[in-house]
Nanobody, 128 residues
Framework: QLQLVESGGGLVQPGGSLRLSCAASGFTLDHYPIGWFRQAPGKEREGVSCISSSDDSTRYADSVKGRFTISRDNAKNTVYLQMNSLKPEDAGVYYC?????????????????????WGQGTQVTVSS
C-alpha cells in the first residue's frame, strides 16, 4: 500500500523553526516528484515547495523563498521541509504528496492536481 506520513508539526513562536518529515512506504520516494502543500482555515490548499526526481531540482512559493528548504534522504525514504523564520501566515496544515505520473522530464510542479497520493497532514501553528 502506498502511503505518506507527515510529522514534525507543532506550535512555534514567530521567527522560530520547524522541520517537517514526509516518510513514504510502499514505494521509493526518489523515483517521483514530491511536493509540500499547506492549507490554512478558510483558504485553498497551496503549493509550498517541491523536489524533482530526475535532478533533485527544487521549487518554492515566493512567500517561502529563502526561509524554507526541501530535501530528500533516500536512505530513509523521507523528504524534509526545513522551515526557518516562521511567520504567523505560515500556519496551517502541511501535507506532502507524490506525483506518480510525472512528466517525461520528471520535474516537479506546484499544482495540487498533479499529485496522486497525499499524507494525512501535520499542523503548524505560529503564535506568540
Amino acid at each position: 500500500q502506498l502511503q505518506l506520513v507527515e510529522s514534525g508539526g507543532g506550535l512555534v513562536q514567530p521567527g522560530g523553526s520547524l522541520r517537517l518529515s514526509c516518510a513514504a512506504s510502499g514505494f521509493t520516494l526518489d523515483h517521483y516528484p514530491i511536493g509540500w502543500f499547506r492549507q490554512a482555515p478558510g483558504k485553498e490548499r497551496e503549493g509550498v515547495s517541491c523536489i524533482s526526481s530526475s535532478d533533485d531540482s527544487t521549487r518554492y512559493a515566493d512567500s517561502v523563498k529563502g526561509r524554507f528548504t526541501i530535501s530528500r534522504d533516500n536512505a530513509k525514504n523521507t523528504v524534509y521541509l526545513q522551515m526557518n523564520s516562521l511567520k504567523p501566515e505560515d500556519a496551517g496544515v502541511y501535507y506532502c504528496a507524490v506525483d506518480l505520473q510525472p512528466t517525461p522530464q520528471a520535474l516537479c510542479v506546484m499544482g495540487t492536481s498533479w499529485y496522486d497520493i497525499w499524507g494525512q497532514g501535520t499542523q503548524v501553528t505560529v503564535s506568540s
